[in-house]
């Protein structure tokens, strides 16, 4: 089993920033792939970006390719989701996720172990 557990939410303004930290514990595995996701009110669960722990391989939805950065501490097991430029459309519960070996980033259901999400929420 693997716990995930968020952290770094919050109220922002347009064009902010948040650094959204994701502390994974019990059975970690460098040939993991982590993700953040997000869902909004009355929408589906989305990707937001990945990253591939033994390779350090990043991928990013394109909604917020150039604006979000997503970085991996091994030694302390944490995923980083850095958001800048923040719009009001970024607000939602952002999830951290994690699933054994590699395959596409970016599938919802492929992903085995899911943390309990921070609410972030950017003002206009």
């Known amino acids: 089993q693997v716990q995930l557990v968020e952290s770094g939410g919050g109220l922002v303004q ?3 920033s948040l650094r959204l930290s994701c502390a994974a514990s019990g059975r970690t595995s460098n040939s993991y792939t982590m993700g953040w996701f997000r869902q909004a009110p009355g ?7 990945g990253i591939r722990w033994s390779y350090g391989s ?3 939805a394109s909604s ?3 604006r979000f950065t997503i970085s991996g501490d091994n030694a302390k097991n944490t995923v980083y989701l850095q958001m800048n430029s923040l719009k ?7 999830y951290c996720a994690a699933k054994r070996g590699l395959g596409d980033y970016d599938i919802t259901y492929t992903y085995d172990y899911w943390g309990q ?3 972030v929420t950017v003002s206009s």
Do not use: C
Not at 88 to 94: L, S
């Open 14 to 16: 347009a064009g902010g």
């Open 43 to 49: 929408k589906e669960r989305e990707f937001v970006a």
């Open 58 to 60: 990043t991928y990013y």
């Open 64 to 66: 917020v390719k150039g």
């Open 88 to 94: 009001p459309e970024d607000t939602a519960v952002y």
């Open 117 to 119: 999400g921070t609410q």
